[in-house]
Every structure is written in structure tokens, then in C-alpha cells.
């Protein structure tokens, strides 16, 4: 996973007054042995130092290709994609969460340093 805490935000809008962006580039393989459907951008929040949980922003930025919308991959197969989280200015991000099923099936969290 590639993180940037100071991403930049792509084609119209903009955060929040007093938000800023943080996107992480994700890869998911399918490990099992029946396609894997999901909307991961669903499932993922990222966790700042005070605990406090940030969703996905459909805002594309200056990461690459989102996972917002659909993925379907076939047994064995990859896909990478970019989530984009709208933060509290100046959060401290400490970890992320990814969560199958749309955030209902089994969740991994990993550390940020």
C-alpha cells in the first residue's frame, strides 16, 4: 500500500473548509477460489491518533485510478486502485482499515508510521 497524506484534490470541488485530503493506493488480489465482487472503497475508513474514523470521499485525486464503483476479479487476479479519505486538517493518520463485503466481512487494519 502507498500512502499520501497530502493529496491533491482532481477535476471539480473541493474538501470541506478546515478538511483536507489523504488517499492510499491499494492492491487486492483474489486469494480464494470464487470471483470476488465488492465496492472497497466502502469498506475503508482511515483512523487518526485521537481514534477518531474517516470515511471515503467519491472526490478523485492526484493518486491514480479510484476504486470507487464495482471490482470483479476472478480467482488468483489483482486490481489496484486508489481511496480517497476526507480528513480534519492536520489529523494525525495512524492506521487504515479495509473491510470485505463492503465493510461487513472480515476487516484488516494496518499501521501508518
Do not use: H
Not at 483512523?47 to 474517516?54: E, H, V
Not at 492526484?62 to 476526507?86: D, H, Q
Request: aromatic share 8%.
Amino acid at each position: 500500500m502507498k500512502v499520501m497524506p497530502d493529496a491533491k484534490m482532481e477535476g471539480l470541488g473541493k474538501p470541506k473548509k478546515g478538511n483536507a485530503l489523504y488517499a492510499a493506493q491499494w492492491t487486492i488480489k483474489n486469494t480464494g477460489t470464487a470471483p470476488y465482487v465488492d465496492s472497497p472503497s466502502n469498506g475503508s475508513v482511515v483512523i487518526d491518533s485521537s481514534g477518531q474514523q474517516f470515511d471515503t470521499t467519491y472526490r478523485e485525486s492526484n493518486c491514480g485510478p479510484s476504486f470507487n464503483g464495482r471490482v470483479n476479479l476472478l480467482p488468483g487476479k489483482l486490481a489496484k486502485g486508489c481511496m480517497t479519505y476526507e480528513i480534519v486538517e492536520g489529523s494525525k493518520i495512524t492506521s487504515v482499515q479495509f473491510g470485505m463485503s463492503s465493510g461487513f466481512g472480515e476487516i484488516g487494519e494496518w499501521n501508518i508510521e
